[in-house]
């Protein structure tokens, strides 16, 4: 009706007369225009509640379908379309029907390998493309609606559209996508979900929720246990990617120097100068493999897969309970400070520039207020970047907060397995699925060791552990005792720079903080 109007009206403005098929044909300026107007007005409010009316209609045929179960579109790859006869008869007559999903038996078990390697390898979308694709007789690529755009292997855009399809958790869903709008997405919020599963789930809801997130801690590492593909390399290194440095949270790198194997943080200084951490960052911080490789095992073996884990779980979890501020706390506390500290100063300045000036020179004048200027100019500046970390600062989970279920530990089975055993591959896939991560505390010659037991990924877990039994011959936890002193690449001590022969030796561990 707004377009008809206003169309009515330009063509009015310009002298061009506009005639309805079912009004009478004048063109005499003088002719009566109330009863005409009055009736187009109506006809034209009726035809905008009708298509109104259709849009609402369709609307609700749609969520009454998604809520009876009936899928819409093609069925997603890992399902059949099971027709049924259309429930409306004269449809029906009209050879109509309805589908509902089943698992393809060749292609449903595919979608939870999908999945599982996301939630428990923690792969990206590129990495389990690739792995797929090395055999599409075991996992056949998904075939587009057109023919012409199927490109007859699996793509990182594949894996991610199956990954986000809640259609595979048994729920049957409609609206995710905004058709008129040159099909954007909707937000969840926006998505219309059966009240209950309609079709037998390929994974379960807890799995799909923590599959979306974007594993950020393994952005910019590759996936898998295999060498790097550069032709220069001559190792792999068990623990790459799981190990980060105290110093600037970065994490480290592999590296093998005469004869042992290290992970090393070695900050760049045309890339690191203006980080906040590089001033007090050593020029390289060096931690033996050897050592953190047992610490790893003996942690596992004692608080993961050990009879005792319940018990020292419950002892950790209470001091931190009752341990003083942590780093996490304390380096807020220091940028609310400067942050208020900075806004006190440009109040100062603020002030400053409000007062009368009785100054005669009106060039000092102006060069006072121009400086006072600068430096409120500055201030905000840094007051911006200190928000800006702050912000960051808050997003990052600090390790003494969050409910825990210690519960979920009971979802672990108890081995005694000797992870040294094991080959690299599945103890790599046994510490993504845990979420493994090593952070060590050059200054306290410490390394905390972090694992996360998700709910979604709790069942995957019990088939993961079986791999691991089968894979390496039982036995008890090792005693860990690790002298650091011998395993220095450069022959100093951890502690401080001066060289080992220049003081007394020391006996100091590794020491795990769980």
């Known amino acids: 009706m707004r377009f008809g109007t206003k169309i009515e009206y330009e063509l009015e403005r310009n002298g061009v007369a506009l005639c309805a098929a079912d009004e009478p044909i004048s063109t005499d300026g003088r002719a ?3 009863t005409p107007t009055l009736t187009r007005r109506v006809k034209q409010a009726v035809s905008e509640w009708y298509v109104l009316q ?17 899928n819409i579109g093609k069925p997603p790859y890992g399902y059949l ?14 050879g109509r029907t309805k589908h509902r999903l089943v698992p393809d038996p060749g292609r449903g078990a595919v979608v939870t390998e999908i999945f599982r390697l996301r939630v428990l ?78 079709h037998e789930p390929l994974v379960t809801r807890e799995m799909f929720d923590a599959a979306v997130p974007v594993p950020g801690t393994r952005q910019g590492s590759r996936s898998g246990a295999e060498q790097n593909s550069h032709p220069a390399t001559r190792r792999s290194y068990l623990l790459r990617s799981y190990v980060w440095c105290g110093f600037c949270g970065r994490r480290m790198f592999g590296k093998f120097s005469k004869g042992s194997e290290y992970y090393v943080c070695q900050p760049k200084k045309q890339v690191h ?3 906040p951490w590089y001033e007090a960052h050593p020029k390289a911080v060096w931690v033996s493999g050897a050592p953190l490789t047992d610490l790893v095992h003996t942690f596992f073996a004692e608080r993961v ?31 609310e400070k400067a942050i208020a500290d900075n806004e ?21 004048s102006a060069r ?103 894979s390496g011959p039982a036995s008890g936890p090792d005693l860990l005792v690790v002298d650091l002193s011998d395993h220095d690449r450069r022959g100093r001590d951890w502690s401080n720079d001066q060289p080992c022969s220049e003081r007394p030796r020391q006996d100091s561990n590794l020491r795990p903080s769980a």
Not at 396 to 422: F, K, N, W
């Open 368 to 470: 006072f207020r121009k400086e006072i200027k600068a430096s409120f100019k500055e201030l905000e500046q840094a007051t911006q970047k200190l928000r800006q970390e702050l912000k960051d600062l808050q997003a990052e989970p600090d390790g003494g907060e969050g409910p825990q279920d210690a519960s979920l530990l009971d979802a672990v089975p108890q081995l005694g397995t000797r992870l040294a055993e094991v080959p690299e591959a599945i103890q790599r896939e046994l510490y993504d699925a845990f979420q493994l991560q090593l952070h060590f505390n050059r200054g306290r010659r410490e390394v905390e060791i972090q694992v996360t037991i998700a709910q979604a990924a709790a069942g995957g877990l019990l088939e993961l552990a079986d791999r691991v039994s089968r």
């Open 81 to 94: 379309a099971d027709k049924v006869p259309h429930p409306v008869p004269a449809r029906r007559a009209e």
């Open 305 to 335: 897969f050990g009879p005792d884990r319940q018990q020292l779980l419950a002892e950790d979890l209470q001091a931190r309970q009752t341990k003083p501020a942590t780093e996490h706390e304390k380096k807020r506390a220091a940028l």
């Open 32 to 34: 009566k225009r109330a």
């Open 121 to 198: 390898g923690r792969l990206s979308y590129s990495a389990i493309a690739a792995r797929l694709d090395a055999d599409r007789v075991a996992y056949p690529p998904p075939e587009a609606n057109r023919p012409d755009a199927t490109v007859g292997r699996w793509t990182p855009s594949s894996v991610r559209g199956i990954l986000e399809n809640p259609k595979y958790t048994g729920y049957q869903v409609w609206n995710r996508r905004a058709r008129k709008k040159g099909n954007q997405n909707n937000p969840p919020s926006e998505w219309i979900w059966s009240p209950q599963p309609t």
């Open 344 to 364: 006190k100063r440009q109040r100062s300045l603020v002030r400053q520039l409000a007062d009368p000036d009785d100054d005669d020179d009106l060039e000092l």
């Open 54 to 70: 259709m849009l609402e209609l369709s609307w609700d045929g749609f969520c009454e379908h998604t809520r009876q179960g009936w």
């Open 273 to 275: 100068l203006k980080e």
